[in-house]
């Protein structure tokens, strides 16, 4: 039985597509993409789901009186109705308190644009991690996936990829090459050994 996945996003998914793309070739074998659930109606994620014929909705938090709990509550109600095995946050630009994390251990799982323990934690997501990378004059960067528990960006990690930072380097030129050469590697990866139950 393949386990059932729901992707969580905010904006353009790249992951999910990197995803969606190693479940097309067979690398992803152990699980299936059934829900895309994003936290932004604008997310060109959606597009994306919807071009693979994958259900999708839209859950904003200010339709849920702008509360934490009963947002994330309307996630719960989703994956339950999808009877839901593995929760993978791509993108996902909210942090979801213990109420939320608790209730699946081990079950979910985040791509973290940077090699964590460094420059991860609170207010560090998208580009701002990679400015960081920069203004410190690190080499190697990369990028981590990793279980998602009531600390963010320090649940167990699953998989981590290193890339060279290079002379020249903008925020957004390093994004790019840590997404092509981890992000999209080690992510649809460490999807498929956490539904082969491997790890
Ligand atoms: C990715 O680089 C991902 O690692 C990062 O946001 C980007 C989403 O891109 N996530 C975080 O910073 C989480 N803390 P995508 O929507 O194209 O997949």
Redesign the pocket.
């Known amino acids: 039985m393949k386990k059932r996945i729901a992707v969580l996003?905010?904006?353009?998914?790249?992951?999910?597509?990197?995803i969606l793309d190693a479940q097309q070739r067979g690398e992803i074998k152990s699980g299936e993409v059934v829900l895309v659930i994003a936290n932004k109606a604008d997310?060109?994620?959606l597009t994306r789901a919807a071009n693979a014929g994958v259900d999708r909705c839209v859950i904003l938090k200010k339709d849920c009186g702008s509360s934490q709990a009963a947002f994330e509550q309307a996630i719960i109600d989703k994956l339950e109705e999808y009877r839901i095995d593995i929760i993978v946050?791509?993108?996902?630009?909210s942090i979801l308190s213990e109420f939320f994390t608790s209730r699946y251990p081990r079950r979910i799982l985040?791509?973290?644009?940077?090699l964590i323990p460094s420059f991860?934690g609170e207010g560090?997501?998208?580009l701002?991690?990679h400015e960081a990378a920069l203004k410190k004059g690190v080499k190697v960067t990369g990028?981590t996936v990793h279980f998602v528990n009531e600390i963010?960006?320090g649940g167990e990690i699953i998989l981590q990829k290193a890339v060279d930072v290079l002379p020249g380097d903008t925020p957004e030129i390093l994004?790019r090459r840590?997404?092509e050469q981890a992000?999209w590697v080690i992510?649809p990866r460490a999807v498929e050994l956490v539904c082969a139950g491997e790890i």
């Open positions: 996003v905010s904006g353009g998914g790249t992951n999910l597509q990197a997310a060109y994620a946050l791509a993108g996902f630009m985040n791509v973290h644009p940077s991860c560090f997501y998208g701002r991690v990028a963010p960006d994004q840590v997404m992000e992510f």
